[in-house]
């Protein structure tokens, strides 16, 4: 069965600061897709980056960088210089290639606060 | 449209009524998903459809939840005779093609609050 936990319910950092967010994910496919999605306060789901299984190369996106580890079945979402725009819900997902990436299963979030 | 439409974006229901929550997929896209939100909690998958034809129906309640993607019409999600755990944020999802490729990521709707008194 597949799960994703974020173990983080919720991180408070200041301004500049880089922070780290987790995701573990269980999965007995060997083919799947990992997902990192924003909810702002205003309640939007913003995707930011999906990755696939057997692509472990880490991306960069501006301030924003992912850390895929096969290894240790874990897809970490790091801001760096957070800004208070960054304050949001984050949430990493999983689907898996055996439901043809129909049934994408969410972690319960982790809600980031960047003060100023 | 270029982005998902939800509509309406606030239903209040009393306990027992039924609702009814729509969704205008992006223009071109072939797969539509809702997904149930509680207390900006963790997204429960509900149902999948590619085109009118449902594909993942695992997390419906089917006793008393319901959804259709019908040609030229909005996708919906009935809940019919609506309990207070059936307040929450439901969100549509579409894609371009098959989510397993790789530039087809779920572009979401704003959500619709149900909220069931």
């Known amino acids: 069965a597949q799960k994703v936990t974020q173990a983080q319910t919720e991180i408070s950092v200041v301004e500049k600061e880089d922070v780290t967010l987790d995701c573990v994910y269980e999965?007995?496919?060997?083919?799947?897709?990992l997902f990192w999605y924003k909810q702002p306060p205003s309640g939007e789901l913003v995707f930011l980056i999906r990755r696939n299984s057997f692509d472990e190369q880490n991306e960069i996106s501006g301030r924003y960088s992912w850390n895929f580890q096969k290894s240790t079945s874990s897809f970490n979402f790091t801001i760096t210089a957070s800004q208070v725009v960054d304050s949001a819900v984050y949430f990493c997902?999983?689907?898996?290639?055996?439901?043809?990436?129909?049934?994408?299963?969410f972690g319960a979030g982790t809600r980031l606060f960047v003060k100023a | 449209g270029e982005e998902v439409a939800q509509t309406p974006k606030h239903l209040v229901r009393g306990e027992g009524q039924k609702a009814k929550l729509y969704c205008a997929p992006i223009k071109g896209h072939s797969y539509v998903f809702w997904y149930q939100q509680v207390l900006k909690n963790e997204f429960k998958f509900l149902i999948s459809?590619?085109?009118?034809?449902?594909?993942?129906e695992t997390g419906m309640p089917k006793e008393r939840f319901s959804a259709k993607c019908l040609p030229n019409s909005p996708c919906s999600l009935e809940i019919q005779a609506t309990k207070l755990e059936d307040s929450a944020v439901y969100f549509c999802?579409?894609?371009?093609?098959?989510?397993?490729?790789?530039?087809?990521?779920?572009?979401f709707g704003n959500g619709t609050r149900l909220t069931v008194t």
């Open positions: 459809f590619q085109n009118e034809n449902v594909f993942d």
């Open positions: 997902a999983l689907s898996e290639a055996s439901t043809g990436g129909f049934k994408t299963i």
């Open positions: 999965t007995r496919d060997t083919t799947y897709y």
């Open positions: 999802a579409s894609s371009q093609s098959r989510p397993r490729d790789k530039n087809s990521p779920l572009h």
